[in-house]
T-cell receptor, first 116, second 111 residues
Framework: DTGVSQDPRHKITKRGQNVTFRCDPI?????LYWYRQTLGQGPEFLTY????????KSRLLSDRFSAERPKGSFSTLEIQRTEQGDSAMYLC??????????????FGPGTRLTVL | KNQVEQSPQSLIILEGKNCTLQCNYTVSPFSNLRWYKQDTGRGPVSLTI?????NTKSNGRYTATLDADTKQSSLHITASQLSDSASYIC??????????FGAGTRLTVKP
């Protein structure tokens, strides 16, 4: 399977704990995106990388959130001191910038986070 | 305020029937509009992508239309199947990485 993969698929944690999610993009894709999606809503943009550079961060990405893409391949999203409001689906997407008009993003299956 | 509004919020139809989902947007500038299908607990999957100059695009039983003047788009599903049950999300892009998502329409197809 050469699609976007995410690990873990589900994570249950207690409030105050740290969690880390991993995303493996499609191999030739240079852009990688993180989104958060709550129930009944569309995804909300968090941040994106072009290769290893983090080019944009949403205001939703508080100082408890950090994302990395150290070698321009896989990425990690860490949430420190989790809060119940962090409970959501965290989606990763990747794309290849060969056409500046259309940047088709391919999404992974997501990581469902539940903070108790 | 969400710049992409979808209606209805949810819809129930019988298998074999057609349906049309609506998307109105105020996003500017406009680069392209996409419709995604998202099964429960899964990531979104692209159905169609349309640029400013395209009025309609089909993908099997899915046909999307775009009126860039009125800033409206629709997704028509023909001869619905049980597997069409999912959320359908309209996404308007202002340019590469700046995409605005609608909240989605939850479609349920019943036998």
């Amino acid at each position: 399977d050469t699609g976007v993969s995410q690990d873990p698929r589900h994570k249950i944690t207690k409030r105050g704990q740290n969690v880390t999610f991993r995303c493996d993009p499609i191999s030739e894709h240079n852009r990688l995106y993180w989104y958060r999606q709550t129930l009944g809503q569309g995804p909300e943009f968090l941040t994106y990388f072009q290769n290893e550079a983090q080019l944009e961060k949403s205001r939703l990405l508080s100082d408890r959130f950090s994302a990395e893409r150290p070698k321009g391949s896989f990425s990690t999203l860490e949430i420190q001191r989790t809060e119940q409001g962090d409970s959501a689906m965290y989606l990763c997407a990747s794309s290849r910038t060969i056409d500046t008009m259309i940047d088709e993003q391919f999404f992974g299956p997501g990581t469902r986070l539940t903070v108790l | 305020k969400n710049q992409v509004e979808q209606s209805p919020q949810s819809l129930i139809i019988l298998e074999g029937k057609n349906c049309t989902l609506q998307c109105n947007y105020t996003v500017s500038p406009f680069s392209n509009l996409r419709w995604y299908k998202q099964d429960t607990g899964r990531g979104p999957v692209s159905l169609t992508i349309m640029t400013f100059s395209e009025n309609t695009k089909s993908n099997g039983r899915y046909t999307a239309t775009l009126d860039a003047d009125t800033k409206q788009s629709s997704l028509h599903i023909t001869a619905s199947q049980l597997s069409d049950s999912a959320s359908y999300i309209c996404v308007v892009s202002r340019g590469n990485n700046d995409m605005r998502f609608g909240a989605g329409t939850r479609l349920t197809v019943k036998p």
